[in-house]
């Protein structure tokens, strides 16, 4: 799923569609299901790239030009965070609940209706033992980067 031609962040009338959701905790949890957090790995079928699994016109959507820049770890976060981004407010536009199992199911598949199960509570559950485990004074997620890919 790529960003459709058009569409303006700046006048979305969902500001933070990712209020209420640990972003650490969460991208950590894609990329241990994506990539086992391996910043160089390849899907040898589908060719996606680096630690969150970008196929190349999602990358070009929310990324970089180079394609070879989804094995950059800083660059990939910032992509991912534009891409949860856009999902949430998809999500909100089309009535769902921004949750982590939306979240992931949509990551995954790019539609609710196929998703796969199992890899939708795979990352809840790594998203949810990762909250458990964090220490009782935590510096709140990071901020999200300009939503306008450079």
Not at 58 to 69: A, I, V
Not at 107 to 129: A, F, I, K, M, Q
Request: aromatic share 8%; with cysteine.
């Amino acid at each position: 799923m790529t960003c459709p031609q058009g569409y303006n962040y700046v006048s979305e009338p969902h500001s933070r569609p990712l209020d209420g959701i640990h972003l650490n905790s969460l991208l950590h949890a894609i990329s241990s299901c994506e990539s086992n957090l391996d910043p160089l790995a390849i899907n040898p079928r589908s060719g996606a790239r680096g630690l969150y699994q970008f196929r190349e016109a999602t990358w070009h959507s929310f990324g970089s030009r180079d394609f070879l820049d989804a094995h950059k770890p800083l660059l990939a976060r910032t992509a991912a965070l534009r891409y949860l981004t856009f999902l949430a407010r998809l999500l909100l536009d089309h009535g769902h609940p921004v949750t982590v199992l939306n979240l992931a199911t949509l990551w995954n598949h790019g539609t609710l209706t196929h998703g796969t199960p199992e890899y939708s509570h795979r990352v809840l559950n790594l998203y949810t033992d990762s909250l458990s485990n964090l220490p009782p004074t935590v510096l709140p997620p990071p901020s999200l980067p300009s939503p306008h890919p450079r």
